[in-house]
Nanobody
Framework: VQLVESGGGSVQPGGSLRLSCEAS????????MGWFRQALGKEREGVSC????????YYPDSVQGRFTISRDNANSKVYLQMNSLSSEDTAVYYC??????????????????WGKGTQVTVSS
């Protein structure tokens, strides 16, 4: 099983990034997929989750209206479009897989598979 994130980098405040996560080694289209982030010195938090049937189920208030999750089952990929970024979004971003559906509130313990993360830095 592999989850490989890409698309991180450095961006100025107000900018945008699109993260990608490519999955392999498991049946992608029966898993819900989530994005988490972990800032330095803080706990890992869920920022979005999308069900296997493409229903978005969760965004915390901190990213609502700015982040959009989507998935491409044909290519075993999940994306996170991030707009209007601020310094508070600086973190390592991880994708993760859970079966059979997104938890009501995504928490680390629910998810089966994890990627190694990609760094997002928002700074002027």
């Amino acid at each position: 099983v592999q989850l490989v994130e890409s698309g991180g980098g450095s961006v100025q405040p107000g900018g945008s990034l699109r993260l990608s996560c490519e999955a392999s080694g498991f049946t992608f289209d029966i898993y819900a997929m989530g994005w988490f982030r972990q800032a330095l010195g803080k706990e890992r938090e869920g920022v979005s989750c999308i069900s296997s049937s493409d229903e978005v189920t969760y965004y915390p208030d901190s990213v609502q209206g700015r982040f959009t999750i989507s998935r491409d089952n044909a290519n075993s990929k999940v994306y996170l479009q991030m707009n209007s970024l601020s310094s508070e979004d600086t973190a390592v971003y991880y994708c993760a897989a859970v079966r059979p559906s997104c938890p009501l509130v995504p928490a680390i313990g629910w998810f089966d598979y994890w990627g190694k993360g990609t760094q997002v830095t928002v700074s002027s």
